[in-house]
């Protein structure tokens, strides 16, 4: 049985073209000599000797069922995004830019890029950004935020995040700068469809759509 989900899907938080990252599908061959091991790998001391042939006799007889996840370490530089003056208020980190600079500073010594939110017209957003942050994260290793929304175009850019531990963003990144260098990388599908099903806009609220599919997925579940 089909399961009932909230909002309009994905197409509700992504918005682009075809051809981006999300978008792209199929296998990829990548020259062996171009790959290095995560250190972090939980498995490389978890596998006892049988276990590890288990583990060998399968790959042989079946193949690799669940693809392998790669990075291009490429990253030029740290992207900073600061959420905006009032989130860090209610945090009460009115010093996060400063302090999380610092704290970058001490894991690594890449450089460091700063992308205020874009801010004109009486409003902010996307809209009023001279430059795109598809352009900014181009070459960004990782993406640190509070609680900022540019953690999903950041993981939708395949760029990985660090933020805070009240960030909605907490399920795909990180909060420990410390493993700024070894950020973490967890499959997003389902994270972006938990958060797409909660997006209504405000004619679905005035029309009683919103109202509507919620009750209809809480009944589904009595």
Sequence with gaps: MATKRLGRGLEALIHGPADSPLAKSGVIEIPLKDIVANPLQPRKDGLDEKSLQDLVSSIKTKGVITPITVQEDDGKYILICPSSAGIHMYLKQTTWLDD??????????????????????????????????????????????????SAIESICNGVPVFCHEKSFATPVGSTDLSSIENPKFVDSYQWLCSLAYQQFTPEEFANGTAVRIIKEYYDSKS
């Design 100 to 149: 999380t600079i610092k704290a970058i500073k001490k894991h690594t010594d890449r450089p460091i890029k700063i992308r205020e939110k874009p801010r004109g017209r009486g409003t902010s957003g996307p809209s009023e950004a001279k430059v795109t942050i598809e352009e900014d994260l181009k070459d960004a290793w990782a993406c640190v935020t509070s609680c900022s929304i």
